[in-house]
């Protein structure tokens, strides 16, 4: 008889971000008694994507949760690209916003990477903006993208020191990959990053004992590609049909039941890095803030 598998921990990473989200909440109500105003996000949507909107719908929900100011911008599908520059450069000089989120991807008629340019990096807090994508990589301070962080903070929780870890992230995307891969480096990580050309995927994922997904394809890393006891962490978010006519389910990059056969412990999806996500955008929100208004936040408090 075959031995029975210890499944693998379930990293609950919905319960990490509700206690991170009373955390900045606290820090949140300390920055309005100092500065007499809340911290400011502002979401702009453009269009009406409903997988979009109910994201917008739950970071306002989390913020105003958090003692957040949220102010929501919904703009129809056919704006034109000078609307939208005229918005964010209105954002950039209100003084009650602190941090501009414009939700990704927009409609294909307007210019995504002008838009990310015009955002003030001061409140870049998604960390897309050359200004810091290029602080991350000399390794000065500036805000990191959400996503990557929020698992960081996941992988750290479950491993402490990550030196001389073997880590494989699996995509490349200048929000997730790249900067996930950057992170893991400092952090001490023998990092290797993969994408649509790499050779042998399985191969690479049997030797990592921490694989971040991030690749956009439903439950394509295989259960016996993951290494006994290995860390998993799943950001991939995929709508796909479910069992009943009709309706449809989410599921992340790993193939969840199979990879928790051999994972020491595996973030699931939904309840793993998405609430993350949502938890470092306030956490940005709460830094710039401080930032903004010249005031002393100390080090390690968020
Ligand atoms: N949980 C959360 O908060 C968030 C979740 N997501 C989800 O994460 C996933 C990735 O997002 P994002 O980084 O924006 O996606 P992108 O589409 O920008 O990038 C996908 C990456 O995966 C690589 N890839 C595609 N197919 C394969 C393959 N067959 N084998 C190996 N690599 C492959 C691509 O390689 P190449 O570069 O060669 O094309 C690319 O680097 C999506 O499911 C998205 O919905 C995204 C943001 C936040
Ligand atoms: N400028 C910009 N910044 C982003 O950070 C950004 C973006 N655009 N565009 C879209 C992606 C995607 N993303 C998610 C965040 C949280 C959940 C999330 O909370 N997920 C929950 C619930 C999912 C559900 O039930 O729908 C979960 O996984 O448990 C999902 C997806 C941020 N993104």
Known sequence: MSEPRQAARRIDGKAFAATLREKIGKVAADFAAEAGRKPGLAVVLVGEDPASSVYVRNKGKASVAANIESFEHR???????????????????????????????????????SVIAAISPDKDVDGFHVTNAGRLAVGQSGFVPCTPLGCLMLLKDELGDLSGKDAVVIGRSNIVGKPMAQLLTDANATVTIAHSRTKDLADVVRRADIVVAAVGRPEMIRGDW?????????????????????????????????????????????????????????????????????????????
Not at 92 to 103: F, K, M, S, T, Y
Not at 249 to 272: C, K, M, S, Y
């Open 75 to 113: 703009l129809p599908a056919d704006t034109d690209n000078d609307t939208l520059m005229a918005l964010v450069e209105r954002l950039n000089g209100d003084p009650a916003v602190d941090g501009i989120l414009v939700q990704l991807p927009l409609p294909a008629h307007l210019d995504e990477q």
């Open 226 to 302: 993951i290494k006994p006891g290995a860390t998993v962490i799943d950001v991939g978010i995929n709508r796909v049909p479910a069992a009943e006519e009709g309706k449809t389910r989410l599921v992340g990059d790993v193939a969840f039941d199979e990879a928790g056969q051999r994972a020491g412990a595996i973030t699931p999806v939904p309840g793993g890095v998405g609430p993350m996500t949502i938890a470092v955008l306030l956490r940005n929100t709460v830094v710039a803030a401080y930032r903004n208004a010249g005031l002393e936040l100390a080090d390690g408090t968020l």
